[in-house]
């Protein structure tokens, strides 16, 4: 007597050949298409610490004043798909008490807007679609890349208008979620010019003089979630000073703080949407595949042995 193999014999057969291969397509496949930089964007982070400001109604610098630094990431969604790249509108605002109030940038002690663009997988800057107000460079700006690894990052600074070198400084949590810590300096770097009365700058016979604008750092200080490269928690210490031309000394100090933290709220925030969507890569990478091929095995095992028993000969 002949046998053919059941139609159970053959789908499970079919499932389990399906598993083997869907396992490694998600990893090897989907998961690296999945890490792409979002398009539609719509964050806000806020920045709070204490230091000194200069106050131009009363031509003084205010110590041991309370700063909060305010920047909206808004993702131009049409541009993005235009040029299959991510673009994003960045507003940032500086505050001191007295524009903290007003919640108007426009009246913000500093306020500043820029348009960043990058390529969605690798983060890496890209130069079109309006790119301003400069060429940014680098390996990381306002994320790290996917995947991020042990190693020096070279990391945007607007404010320098040039890149800073942050060095892993091994594991840090926020608000109870492990991260990897990156940190820098800046150390006093000439960084443009601006017009003021010769007197703010000690040359007091002199009516108005081209100031050189000074910055520096005193500690840059990121922790990032390593799967998805979003900053966890972000502390920084800028110092911007005036200088006379050619001179070597600041005059004036018109920001400084020895360090402006994420405040809860910005971390809890970052905290959850990292831990989203890592896990959203861990089940793609790792989890499915797994399971997908564990299952593959056995099913394909159990129906290829019913199928061979189903198709052998009996006289």
Not at 4 to 12: D, V
Not at 211 to 226: F, K, P, R, T
Not at 258 to 273: A, Y
Request: proline share 5%.
């Amino acid at each position: 007597m002949r046998r053919s193999a059941s139609p159970l014999s053959l789908t499970l057969l079919g499932i389990g050949v399906f598993l083997l291969v869907l396992g490694p397509m998600l990893a090897y496949y989907v998961e690296p298409r999945a890490q792409r930089t979002p398009i539609d964007i719509d964050q806000t982070t806020v920045f709070n610490g204490t230091g000194k400001y200069f106050d131009q109604g009363a031509l003084e610098t205010k110590s041991d004043q309370k700063l909060t630094i305010t920047r909206r990431v808004l993702g131009n969604v049409a541009e993005s798909e235009k040029n299959d790249v991510a673009v994003w509108d960045v507003s940032t605002s500086i505050d001191n008490p007295d524009t903290l109030p007003h919640k108007d940038p426009r009246k913000s002690f500093q306020w500043e807007t820029e348009r960043w663009v990058s390529d969605r997988e690798t983060t890496k800057p890209v130069h079109c679609c309006g790119e301003a107000p400069v060429q940014v460079k680098g390996d990381a700006y306002l994320k790290f890349p996917f995947n991020v690894q042990e190693k020096t990052y070279r990391w945007w600074d607007g404010t320098l208008g040039d890149t800073v070198p942050l060095r892993y400084s091994g594991r840090a949590k926020v608000q109870g979620y492990e991260g990897m810590r990156f940190t820098g300096k800046v150390e006093a770097t000439k960084a443009g010019k601006r017009q003021v009365p010769g007197r703010l700058v000690g040359q007091d016979e002199t009516g108005q003089v081209v100031a050189e604008e000074w910055y520096a750092n005193h500690g840059i200080e990121l922790i990032v979630d390593q799967a998805t490269g979003r900053i966890l928690r972000a502390a920084i210490g800028p110092r911007v000073t005036l200088r006379a031309p050619g001179g070597d000394k600041d005059e004036v100090v018109l920001l400084e703080s020895k360090r402006i933290v994420f405040d809860k709220k910005t971390q809890l925030g970052q905290v959850e949407q990292a831990k989203e969507q890592s896990g959203q890569l861990k089940l793609v990478g790792e989890t499915v595949p797994m399971a997908s091929g564990g299952a593959g095995v056995l099913l394909a095992i159990v129906g290829g042995v019913l199928v061979v028993r189903g198709r052998r000969e009996q006289v």
